[in-house]
């Protein structure tokens, strides 16, 4: 199926929904946009299509967002990407949210993220009230910024 026009009506359109496996092949398109698509390597040895979220527009998928469960009250997101033609359009705000509120249901207390982007690492302090933790996390392979060598980490308390 064709990819359907970007324009500023897509929001109310957009469904967040659980992965499948047909889902896969668009998956893994969104996911080279951002340079995520490097499943089975150093950075991402796996990602279950239970533990995502995707956004559809019109039967194309448009988003992915996953997540981990590590332990009984703590988690960790994987992968958020949109597609460059949706970005800016709230996409990525509304699979994250759909993951955290999930994730709180499930009763996970705490959410940690790495972004390797100062602007994604702002819009995750500013509007899901993430902190930094003083770490950094060096990456071992090429996976998002290849100009970035570190993943900053963050922790959300739900």
């Not at 957009?14 to 490097?38: Q, Y």
């Not at 996970?108 to 950094?136: C, H, S």
């Amino acid at each position: 199926m064709a990819k359907p026009a970007p324009n500023q009506d897509v929001k109310p359109a957009v469904k967040i929904r659980r992965a499948t496996e047909a889902d896969w092949p668009r998956i893994m398109e969104v996911l080279e946009g951002a340079n995520f698509h490097h499943i089975g390597g150093p950075e991402m040895p796996s990602f279950p299509l239970s533990d995502c979220f995707v956004a559809d527009l019109e039967g194309v998928v448009i988003g992915v967002g996953g997540y981990r469960i590590l332990d009984e009250t703590t988690a960790k997101t994987t992968l958020l990407a949109v597609d460059p033609a949706y970005r800016g359009r709230n996409v990525g705000g509304a699979l994250h949210q759909t993951r955290q509120d999930f994730l709180r249901d499930q009763g996970i207390k705490e959410l940690y993220t790495n972004a390797d982007d100062e602007r994604v690492v702002e819009w995750y302090l500013r509007f899901f009230g993430y902190q930094r933790t003083g770490k950094v996390i060096p990456k071992v392979a090429s996976f998002g910024r290849d100009d970035k060598d570190e993943w900053i980490n963050l922790v959300a308390k739900l």
